[in-house]
């Protein structure tokens, strides 16, 4: 009876210990799914405004309109206007036939230090999504 009672009392840390190894793991883990699942939001966002704009361009309207088309399509997201590009700027209705292009970048930024380690140290992922198609 002695030994089956020492027994016990030896074991009675592992699971403790065993639980605390995959508890890092595991947050790690859950960290990077997380963060994949805000960056394919966002992804998928970007690809929304692009085709919204390039829809818009593709009218033969202004590059400032449609900047403001490809912003209001991603409300989930900050877009600088700066970071839209189109080409060829300003279609026009004498380009028909022609295809228009436009580029939306995004600078995504990273939830922790700990993910900042698997991408290299940097502080954000740059995402970008771009459509194209021809003038009407």
Known sequence: MFSAMHAARRDDGASAVE????????????????????????WIELEH??????RWAALCNPDDDTKARVIAAAPGIDIDPADITI?????TAAMAGLPVEV????????FTPLMQAFF?????????????QKIE
Do not use: C, H, K, W
């Open 19 to 42: 639980f605390a190894l995959v508890a890092m793991i595991l947050v790690l883990f859950l960290l990077g799914i997380t963060q994949f699942g805000v960056n394919f939001y966002q």
């Open 120 to 132: 290299g140290g940097e502080d954000a992922i740059t995402l970008t999504a771009s459509a194209t």
């Open 103 to 110: 580029s939306v970048t995004y600078e995504s930024p990273v």
């Open 87 to 91: 080409e060829p700027s300003n279609p």
């Open 49 to 54: 405004a692009a085709r919204e704009g390039v």
